[in-house]
């Protein structure tokens, strides 16, 4: 609970932090390429921010979403490339955050991707992700499918075996690309 509330007060989120102890310090390892470290007084408590953790394997995955960024297929995909890879390089979760909000902008892509510390079930307390990415491609033909259900949905909603009070007000159209 301390921890979360010093991450809170620092506009902090906790997706690329583990934490340690040392006596009774408490340090807090960013995933980061760059080295940094900051000190605070919080509570009572010595917390120690320290970036740098897993900074050779962050360096190469910034690296390669530089070089991924100057192929992309349009902008949005160039600037949530470019965010990612700088949340890599410095431990900025929120740049990873306003990357996110680009790639979710990205409609329609024929190759999807998405990486970054954002699975977070097995954490106690819900808020440290693990590491994950992937890159998908799309199936022009099963996603034409998947547009008649939905062009469809709509029609076939009421006659599903439950009633009404179980679905949105509104239908929400996914896009299946």
């Given amino acids: 609970d301390l921890v979360q509330r010093f991450l809170s007060s620092q506009n902090q989120l906790a997706y690329n932090t583990r934490l340690e102890r040392s006596g009774s310090d408490l340090i807090i390892r960013v995933a980061s390429a760059d080295p940094w470290e900051t000190t605070h007084d919080f509570e009572g408590r010595k917390i120690i921010v320290r970036g740098g953790d897993y900074a050779s394997e962050m360096n190469q995955v910034a690296r390669s979403l530089e070089s991924a960024a100057e192929s992309a ?3 949005t995909q160039r600037k949530f490339l470019t965010l990612y890879a700088k949340s890599f390089q410095s431990g900025d979760i929120n740049a990873h955050v306003e ?3 680009a790639w979710v902008a990205d409609k329609g892509p024929v190759v999807e991707t998405y990486i970054g510390f954002i ?3 097995r954490d106690p307390y819900g808020v440290r992700g693990e590491f994950e990415g992937f890159v998908a491609m799309v199936n022009k ?3 034409a499918k998947f547009a008649t259900l939905v062009n469809n949905a709509e029609n076939l909603l009421p006659s599903l075996p439950w ?3 179980f679905e ?3 239908f929400l159209r996914p896009d299946f690309t």
Avoid: F, L, Q, V
């Fill in 163 to 165: 009633p009404a009070t």
């Fill in 168 to 170: 949105k007000d509104t």
């Fill in 141 to 143: 033909e099963m996603s």
């Fill in 99 to 101: 990357g996110s909000a």
């Fill in 73 to 75: 297929a349009n902008e």
């Fill in 119 to 121: 699975e977070s079930y």
